[in-house]
């Protein structure tokens, strides 16, 4: 009977423990799925947190308009382009039309049909609001284009034979311009006072009897080789070939009153300098990165300006 009755106290022990034990695991349970419950909840709002942010990073920026530019086809239209993505990100078009002359893009600009150009220096602007009765005003300086004598027939600028060809641009400033660089250099003396409205009229010496040619800025490249030497602006200069560091027999310093004064500038109709596209356009113009696509590209042909 004693036996008996411990076998079964034994057993009512061991059914005890086994409870407890269930009981304790149970308990453990619950806590390890909250734990792993919690973790999984941080784990995915992290993922969309971050997933979030990078649609935030790639979202397009909100449409502001398009901004349309006429431009010379070197450097100015190939500078454009650097321009676009910039003020892509800023949510503007930039369109770009490139003109072969100079009288267009001023034109199309007064008219309204374009918001701006980016092809000439101010002086020029200034003397085309005088004959023509436009109002077109400087919204920025961008670069200035060092203007050069270059070599035609004749490579020896020192050494000029008598009677020699010497084609220059025809247009009031870029003329002037191209005297006022040849009478740096020795070959022709103008008048005191000729100055930037300097002409063929105003040459007082000329030793070596030599022969201006005028012609149309973007015909002087073309006659090269048919003449002694070709007084160039920069971009024709870059679309005819040559280096100025390179190819230059002579060329306006960086730090002439010169290169300040034929600053290339981005010009607009009168009253619309401050609008927002043309300031995010000039802005653009002028960041680090455009200046250091400047540099990098065309060979001390086209220089930044501060």
Known sequence: MKKQIGILLAAV??????TAC???????APAQDAEAVTEEAVTEEAVAEEASAEEATEAPAEEKGTITVAASATPHSEILEQVKPILAQQGWTLEVTVF???VQPNLVVESGDFNANYFQHVPYLDSFNEEKGTSLVNAGGIHYEPFGIYPGTESDLSAISDGAVV????DTTNEARALL????NGIITLKEDAGLTATVKDIVENPHN???QELEAAQVARVKDEVAFVVLNGNYALEAGFSVAKDAVAFEQADSEAAKTYVNIIAVAAGHENDEGIVALVDALKSDAIKAYIEETYDGAVVPFN
Do not use: G, K
């Open 13 to 18: 022990l061991a059914t005890a423990s086994l």
């Open 210 to 212: 030599i022969e201006i």
């Open 181 to 184: 660089l040849l009478q740096d």
């Open 22 to 28: 269930s009981n304790a695991a149970t308990e453990e």
């Open 167 to 170: 084609a220059v641009p025809n």
């Open 100 to 102: 072969d002359d100079y």
